[in-house]
């Protein structure tokens, strides 16, 4: 084997090129990406990017240099028009690149409003560096900000945003914030939180279109009411790219199919990250997930797997949301406990909710509490004792068994 | 350019140079030094880029924080001298410092 194309140029991009190489490749690679930058971290984007806490250099995978010294052809600013899985191909504009083995990681992009006035500027969606580069260019003069929809990506903004001293509207269709992705008890702590510092929270709250003035957005339009705002940012989810793997005849079903092996319908394509729909052996059921852990765990058993290796890929979820100075981590799917267990007082800022099936631990949701955190990756699955979990006084390092 | 020593588990040696400021954790993935993960990105919320400094380092290092001192902690290859390589910076101080690598990431 000696050529593998990488399509994509995000976090499973970046980790593929790297894993290839570490196992030994010493092929031709091509990372064929759409976006003008070398692949790199997007969850910073939301966080300490959009704060000017990290500048852009630091949000890099890898440097420059790496792709030079490991001789990695990098084609940025590139869309992939066509892949022929028979000929064995990928066009970019005029020009043919062969594969022995493709991968495909193109991610995800930003589910749009068709509103009214969806198209008047000042309103902005947060999935690139330009995205944000776009909406801090806007926010140092910004006074109304209003974000659409109350997910992870809208509350984090919301934390930057009034940090900074602009007024923050968040609207939410469902009757509470975050619904889609955690419990009502944390919905309800993270509203609490943001209400604390300013942020007003509407939920039930449907965005019906916008106003503006000279083509710039001036308010947000729900139901009888009209919001201000001066800067809108819309985070309403995300729709993987799979238009390239379908047109290719790749099965696909809200997300590109792939095996454990992170393979494709094709014994050459394999697929990694926000793109892909994956089974999971632990959890026993498909999943499409927008979570950088899981583009690096798969990124890492692709590369294997395209080389002949035999790896399978099974991880419990994880994942992590910075808000004011609050590091949420979050592992495992809480909606599937049948008991909770309150470990700390959330009026401390400091606490876990562990998530038990049958007395076992499938899930944990901790605020500022990292040891829960890593006791809940590492005794996932495993029974405890509720008491104990609960109880402060006992050192969670006990429930773990020595190795 | 300051320089790191990474030593993998199976004793292979990777010798490599830093840029100041970049953690050791960065310095490792992008001279493809096997063994660390560091699935988070360096945001000190996997635990997945632990290493052990050796000995005659560790006091030269800042400690650490009390989120990476309690994500340390339920490591189960948790040692006197373990850190999380994302926190620490490189530094001219540093030169030459010497990292252990362990066997798995958890």
Not at chain 1, 323 to 345: N, T
């Amino acid at each position: 084997m000696t050529n593998i194309v990488i399509i994509g140029g995000g976090q499973a991009a970046g980790q593929a090129v790297a894993s290839l190489r570490q196992e030994g490749f010493e092929g031709k690679i091509d990372l064929i990406g759409e976006e003008p930058s070398l692949p790199y971290q997007r969850p910073p984007l939301s966080k300490a990017y959009l704060s000017g806490a990290l500048e852009a250099s630091k949000l890099l995978v890898r440097p420059e240099k790496f792709y030079q010294d490991r001789d990695v052809a990098t084609h940025l600013g590139s869309p992939v028009k066509h892949i022929s899985p028979q000929e064995r191909t990928v066009t970019v504009g005029e020009t043919e690149f062969s594969y022995d083995k493709l991968l495909i990681a193109t991610g995800g992009r930003p589910r749009k409003l068709t509103l009214p006035g969806s198209d008047l500027s000042g309103i902005h969606y947060l999935r690139t560096l330009q995205d944000v580069d776009n909406i801090r260019a806007h926010m140092a003069t910004a006074k109304n900000l209003c974000i659409v929809g109350g997910g992870y990506i809208g509350l984090e903004v919301a934390s930057v945003a009034v940090t900074l001293g602009v007024t923050v509207n968040v609207l939410e269709m469902e009757s509470r914030i975050l619904q889609r992705v955690t419990t009502p008890f944390m919905s309800d702590f993270y509203h609490q939180l943001h209400t604390e510092r300013g942020v007003h929270i509407h939920t039930e709250t449907t965005c019906q279109g916008f106003r503006g003035q000279s083509g710039k957005v001036s308010h947000v339009l729900c139901g009888n009411q009209e919001i201000e705002a001066d800067l809108v940012i819309v985070g309403i989810g995300i729709i993987p790219n799979i238009e390239l793997a379908e047109t290719a005849g790749l099965a696909c079903d809200n997300g590109i199919l792939v095996d454990d092996h992170c393979k494709t319908s094709d014994d050459n394509i394999f697929a990694a990250g926000d793109c892909t729909n994956h089974p999971n052996a632990l959890l026993n059921r498909r999943l499409r997930l927008e979570s950088v852990p899981n583009a690096m765990d798969q990124a890492r058993t692709a590369a294997t797997n395209m080389l002949g290796g035999d790896k399978t890929y099974a991880t419990v979820p994880w994942f992590w949301s910075d808000q004011y100075d609050l590091k949420l981590q979050m592992l495992g799917f809480s909606q599937d406990a049948d008991a909770a267990v309150l470990r700390g007082d959330p009026g401390t800022r400091q606490f876990a909710q562990f998530y038990l099936s049958e007395g076992k631990i499938i899930a944990v949701d901790a605020v500022n509490s990292p040891k829960e955190f890593m006791v809940a990756k590492q005794l996932h699955g495993v029974a405890v004792s509720p008491e104990d979990l609960a109880n402060l006084d006992v050192d969670l390092k006990s429930l773990v068994p020595s190795t | 350019m300051p320089s790191v020593k990474f030593i993998e588990h199976n004793g292979t040696e990777h010798v490599v140079d830093g840029t100041n400021g970049d953690s050791l954790m960065m310095i490792a993935t992008s001279n493809l030094v096997p063994g660390i993960d560091a699935d988070c990105g360096g945001e000190c919320s996997c635990a997945t880029c632990h290493v052990l400094v050796d000995a005659s380092w560790v006091d030269k290092l800042a400690p650490a924080t009390e989120t990476e001192e309690s994500m340390l902690d339920l490591n189960p290859d948790r040692e006197s001298n373990s850190r999380l390589s994302c926190q620490i910076p490189m530094s001219d101080e540093l030169d030459g410092i010497v990292i252990n690598l362990p066997e798995f990431q958890y």
